[in-house]
Nanobody, 116 residues
Framework: QVQLVESGGGLVQAGGSLKLSCVAT????????LGWYRQAPGKQRELVAH???????VYADSVKGRFTSSRSNAQNTIYLQMNNLKPEDTAVYYC??????????WGQGTQVTVSS
C-alpha cells in the first residue's frame, strides 16, 4: 500500500501562482512514476504532469510553459509549481503513484480555485 498526501491548494486570482506538494509513504518501489491529475466539475480526470523516478517529465499541452513539476526521490515527494494560473485551471488536483497496474494509488485531492 502507498499513501499520498497532497498540500498547497487554495484560492488565487488569475495570473497568480500556487505550489502543490505530495508526499508518498508506504511500500515505495524504486522505479515508479509520481504524477498530478486534475478533475474539474462535470469533466473527466486528466493528466497535468508526471515525473518518473528516472527524471523523465511529461506535461499536458494546456499547462506547458506555465507549470513545472519536480520530485525528490529521497523524500518520495512530487511538487507542482503553477504559474500564470487561469480560471480554467480550477479543479481538484490529485496526486498519483504508479509502479504497474497493480500499484496505482491516488491521493484525496486538493482544491485549486482560480478567480477571474
Amino acid at each position: 500500500q502507498v499513501q499520498l498526501v497532497e498540500s498547497g491548494g487554495g484560492l488565487v486570482q488569475a495570473g497568480g501562482s500556487l505550489k502543490l506538494s505530495c508526499v508518498a509513504t508506504g511500500s515505495i518501489y524504486g522505479r515508479n512514476v509520481l504524477g498530478w491529475y486534475r478533475q474539474a466539475p462535470g469533466k473527466q480526470r486528466e493528466l497535468v504532469a508526471h515525473v518518473s523516478s528516472g527524471g523523465e517529465t511529461v506535461y499536458a499541452d494546456s499547462v506547458k510553459g506555465r507549470f513545472t513539476s519536480s520530485r525528490s526521490n529521497a523524500q518520495n515527494t512530487i511538487y507542482l509549481q503553477m504559474n500564470n494560473l487561469k480560471p480554467e485551471d480550477t479543479a481538484v488536483y490529485y496526486c498519483n503513484y504508479w509502479a504497474g497496474a497493480a500499484f496505482n494509488y491516488w491521493g484525496q485531492g486538493t482544491q485549486v480555485t482560480v478567480s477571474s
